[in-house]
C-alpha cells in the first residue's frame, strides 16, 4: 500500500496568514493526488484534484503544488471559515490512501 | 445539485450483517463510478470500496475483501454496501461518494454511522 504521511498533524494561523500543508507518498504517485476539506461535524469536500488542479467553486487562495513523492498544499490569507481538517488522498494505486490529517486552528 | 443521501445503519452486533444505502439525484447516476470510504470515531479517512458507473467493475481493501459487497441499481440511483460478518473494527461513519474516473471523491452523503458492538 501507498503510505501517505501529512505535515504538520496540527497547525494553529492568523487570520490573514499563508498557511502550508505537506503531503508526502512513500513512492512516486505521479501528481494522482487530492485534498479534502473537512469541518468539523461535516463531510470532506474536495478541494483540490491531480495536484494542481481547483474544484469548481473552490476559492482560489487554495491551490496546490509538487509532483513525484512530495506535495502541498497552500492556503492565501487564511479565513475563518478554512478553520478544518484537510486530507490528502492518492488515487495512483488501489487502495486508495489517505493522510492522517492536519488540523487547522486559529491562533 | 448533487445529493447523495446514505441510510441503513445503527447498531449491530459483532458477526452480524447490515445494508447500507445511498440514493442519488442531481446527476445522471449510470455515468459515474461510486465509493465508499469510512471514518472511524476521531480518526481519519479510509477508503473501503469502489464500483464502475455499469457495474462490472469492483474494488475493495483487503480489510473488507469477501466480507463486504458494494453494488449499485442504476434504474434507481441507488448504491448500496453489503456489510457481513462485522467486526468492532469496522465500526465508523460511512460516506457514500461520487468517484471521478474511479479515482477522487468529488461529492459525499452526509454519512451514516454503523456501531459494531455486542
Known amino acids: 500500500d501507498i503510505r501517505m504521511t501529512q505535515s504538520p498533524a496540527s497547525l494553529s494561523a492568523s487570520l490573514g496568514e499563508t498557511v502550508n500543508i505537506e503531503c508526502l507518498a512513500s513512492e512516486d504517485i505521479y501528481s494522482d493526488l487530492a485534498w479534502y476539506q473537512q469541518k468539523p461535524g461535516k463531510s470532506p469536500q474536495l478541494l483540490i484534484y491531480?495536484?494542481?488542479s481547483l474544484q469548481n467553486g473552490v476559492p482560489s487562495r487554495f491551490s496546490g503544488s509538487g509532483s513525484g513523492t512530495q506535495y502541498s498544499l497552500k492556503i492565501n490569507s487564511l479565513q475563518s471559515e478554512d478553520v478544518a481538517t484537510y486530507f490528502c488522498?492518492?488515487?495512483?494505486?488501489?487502495?486508495?490512501?489517505f493522510g492522517g490529517g492536519t488540523k487547522l486552528e486559529l491562533k | 445539485e448533487v445529493q447523495l443521501v446514505e441510510s441503513g445503519g445503527g447498531l449491530v452486533q459483532p458477526g452480524r450483517s447490515m445494508k447500507l444505502s445511498c440514493a442519488a439525484s442531481g446527476f445522471t447516476f449510470s455515468n459515474y463510478g461510486m465509493a465508499w470510504v469510512r471514518q472511524a470515531p476521531t480518526k481519519g479517512l479510509e477508503w473501503v470500496a469502489t464500483i464502475s458507473y455499469d457495474g462490472s467493475s469492483t474494488y475493495y481493501r483487503d480489510s473488507v475483501k469477501g466480507r463486504f459487497t458494494i453494488s449499485r441499481d442504476n434504474a434507481k440511483s441507488t448504491l448500496y454496501l453489503q456489510m457481513n460478518s462485522l467486526r468492532s473494527e469496522d465500526t465508523a461513519t460511512y460516506y457514500c461518494t461520487r468517484c471521478r474516473l474511479r479515482r477522487y471523491f468529488d461529492y459525499w452523503g452526509q454519512g451514516v454511522m454503523v456501531t459494531v458492538s455486542s
Open positions: 488522498q492518492q488515487y495512483n494505486n488501489y487502495p486508495r490512501t
Open positions: 491531480n495536484a494542481n
